[in-house]
């Protein structure tokens, strides 16, 4: 069964994602420097690399609202049903593990940290997007553990592989073909 471990990173496309509005937050904010100097919306476009139309909302806002009504509002979508601080105490259940919640076993499924988060929160989630929180806002990879049985000789192994595995590896000595007359 799979278990789960978190990542000491935050993940890589959040990383992405607000570096990327960081950029264009201050590409705004140097439209609003230009267009103090009284740089018309076209030459704003063509020095910065963009659209004519989007210079010129960008000279819109500016005039209706100065340099501040062209930062960034943050990141777009829906709000998440779990906040910072619910992913934060399921962080600290799921470090607990499974048998704290009453749960056979130490491995973590789906379905068990469905079943903490609603526990915990009264919010309902599928596995797959349950997955999707894990792994995207909280870092979690999946771990599949070696299977192994409970019996092994690993001396018996390693005496295995130097002693009779060169010797049933070896080909056996080349024969001539023989000719039927």
Do not use: C
């Amino acid at each position: 069964m799979p278990t789960l471990i978190r990542r000491a990173n935050a993940p890589a496309a959040r990383v992405r994602a607000t570096a990327e509005r960081a950029n264009r937050q201050a590409r705004r904010l140097q439209a609003a420097e230009l267009f103090t100097q009284g740089v018309r919306a076209a030459e704003v476009a063509r020095q910065l690399g963009v659209s004519k139309q989007g210079a010129s909302r960008w000279h819109a806002a500016w005039t209706a609202g100065g340099a501040q009504a062209l930062h960034s509002i943050g990141p777009h979508g829906v709000r998440p049903r779990l906040s910072a601080a619910d992913l934060e105490r399921l962080a600290v259940a799921l470090d607990q593990g499974a048998s704290a919640y009453g749960f056979t076993g130490e491995v973590w499924t789906l379905r068990r940290i469905a079943q903490v988060v609603q526990r915990q929160t009264g919010v309902r989630y599928h596995i797959g997007h349950l997955w999707a929180i894990l792994h995207q806002r909280m870092g979690w990879s999946v771990q599949r553990p070696v299977r192994r049985a409970a019996e092994r000789d690993e001396a018996a192994i390693r005496r295995w592989v130097a002693d009779d595995w060169p010797r049933i590896k070896q080909r056996p000595p080349a024969q001539s073909p023989t000719r039927l007359l």
